[in-house]
């Protein structure tokens, strides 16, 4: 059924006949071809939420849950291998526009790959930047305190209002 649904461009259906294939939940595993219906998820959602936001809509419409689900899912493909090449870069970046986009497991594995140096350079700073918005949002890790030291708070960029939650994003989109 999601695969039907899939190919007539429904991006949840997408998302979730993607991870059907990745992981071979009821069906032959092909994880090749899972990325390919994450990445038209991806961009089907960007694409429905470009047209919400072109009608007014300031907090963009109702594929943003899609979007961030299918962007995270394509950092992890890219993070173990599955169904391309490891890339940790890729990745990584994958998690930074899921991060931007308020998912907090995207910003939990971000804060990993910066502390780490995962798929570029460490960054304590930029950890505690994530963890602290994960934190915010309802997301608290034991053992985490060293986050609100006060080396690792980011001055904001000229122009930008000071925040205590280092992060620039806003909202509370979550699984």
């Keep these: 059924m999601f695969g039907r649904l899939a190919d007539q ?4 259906s997408q998302v979730l ?7 071979g939940w009821g069906i032959t595993p092909n994880p090749s071809l899972a990325i390919t219906y994450l990445s038209q998820a991806a961009a089907n959602a960007a694409d429905i939420e470009a047209q919400a936001l072109g ?3 300031k907090k963009g419409g109702a594929a943003k849950g899609e979007l961030v689900l299918a962007i995270y899912e394509l950092a992890n493909c890219f ?3 599955w169904g391309v090449g490891k890339d940790l870069k890729a990745s990584r970046m994958y998690l930074e526009v899921a991060a931007n986009l308020n998912d907090i ?3 939990n594995d971000l804060a990993m790959f910066y502390e780490k140096g995962l798929g570029g350079p460490k960054d304590k700073a930029g950890a505690a930047k994530y963890l602290r918005l994960a934190e915010e949002r ?3 890790t034991f053992g985490n305190s060293w986050i609100w030291k006060e080396k690792y708070n980011i001055p904001p960029k000229e122009g930008e209002a000071a925040s205590h939650d280092a992060g620039g994003a806003s909202g509370s989109l979550g699984r």
Excluded at 9 to 12: H, S, V, W
């Design 9 to 12: 461009k429904n991006a949840l």
């Design 17 to 23: 006949y993607g991870l059907a294939l990745r992981h």
């Design 55 to 57: 009608a007014g809509m």
């Design 79 to 81: 993070r173990h291998g």
């Design 105 to 107: 497991d995207a910003m």
């Design 138 to 140: 309802g997301f608290k």
